[in-house]
């Protein structure tokens, strides 16, 4: 983990949300924790992880998603050189 995001209160923050035990938990955990535009965007970023990790191009993604290239470029490159977190997530959707 980045040692800037190794606090107490981020590690409380996870534990809270491994406490959640549904969707409808999460999803009202999430409502007040962020903006919709912060819901929005963390959910477009899953969203292009997994088109990247299907093929698609840049400009499909783009074109289908409204995202921005930067934005892209850098799902694509935690994809890439991040800590794995993205594709695990992506593996256990699969299942």
């Known amino acids: 983990m980045n040692k800037n995001l190794k606090t107490d209160a981020v590690d409380r923050l996870f534990d809270a949300i491994l406490s959640l035990n549904t969707r409808e938990e999460c999803c009202n955990f999430f409502e007040d924790l962020c903006t919709i535009n912060e819901l929005l965007s963390l959910s477009q970023r899953l969203e292009v ?18 995202v921005s290239t930067a934005t892209i470029s850098r799902v694509n490159n935690c994809l890439k050189n991040g800590t794995g977190g993205y594709q695990t997530a992506l ?5």
Not at 49 to 66: D, H, N, P, R
Not at 91 to 95: D, H, I, W
């Open 49 to 66: 992880a997994s088109m990247l990790k299907s093929g698609k191009t840049f400009v499909e993604i783009a074109k289908q998603t409204g």
């Open 91 to 95: 593996e256990r959707l699969a299942k």
